[in-house]
C-alpha cells in the first residue's frame, strides 16, 4: 500500500509559477513510476506529466511540455512538479500518481495505468 499526499497548491497569476510536491509512504517508493494528472471544472481528469522509477525517462501532455518539469527525489521519497508560465486553463485539482508497471509510449497517459492516488491540491491561476 502507498499513501500519496499532495502539496503546494495555491492562487497565482497568469505567467507565474507553482511548485506542486507528493509525499509517499513506504520504503519501496523507488520501484514506482510517478505521475501527475489534473481535473478542470467540468472536465475529464486528463494526463500531465510522468516519470519513471529510476527518474530517467519523463512524459508530457503537449499542452504543458516546455511549461512543466516532472522531477523526483528517491531519497526523500517525492515528486515534484514545476510549474512556470501558468495559464488560466492550467486551474484545476491535480492529483499524484503510482504505478505497479513498467510506464512506456503506450500506457503512460492513462488512468487506469496508475494504482495508487492522492487527494489532489488545487491550483488556481488568474488572468
Known amino acids: 500500500q502507498v499513501q500519496l499526499i499532495e502539496s503546494g497548491g495555491g492562487l497565482v497569476q497568469a505567467g507565474g509559477s507553482l511548485r506542486l510536491s507528493c509525499a509517499a509512504s513506504?520504503?519501496?517508493?523507488?520501484?514506482?513510476?510517478m505521475a501527475w494528472f489534473r481535473r478542470a471544472p467540468g472536465k475529464e481528469r486528463e494526463f500531465a506529466a510522468a516519470i519513471s522509477a529510476s527518474g530517467g525517462i519523463t512524459y508530457y501532455a503537449n499542452s504543458v511540455k516546455g511549461r512543466f518539469t516532472i522531477s523526483r527525489d528517491n531519497a526523500k521519497n517525492t515528486v515534484y512538479l514545476e510549474m512556470n508560465s501558468l495559464k488560466p486553463e492550467d486551474t484545476a485539482v491535480y492529483y499524484c500518481?503510482?504505478?505497479?508497471?513498467?510506464?512506456?509510449?503506450?500506457?503512460?497517459?492513462?488512468?487506469?495505468?496508475?494504482?495508487?492516488w492522492g487527494q489532489g491540491t488545487q491550483v488556481t491561476v488568474s488572468s
Open positions: 500518481a503510482a504505478a505497479i508497471i513498467t510506464l512506456n509510449s503506450a500506457n503512460y497517459y492513462y488512468p487506469f495505468t496508475y494504482r495508487y
Open positions: 513506504g520504503r519501496t517508493f523507488n520501484n514506482y513510476p
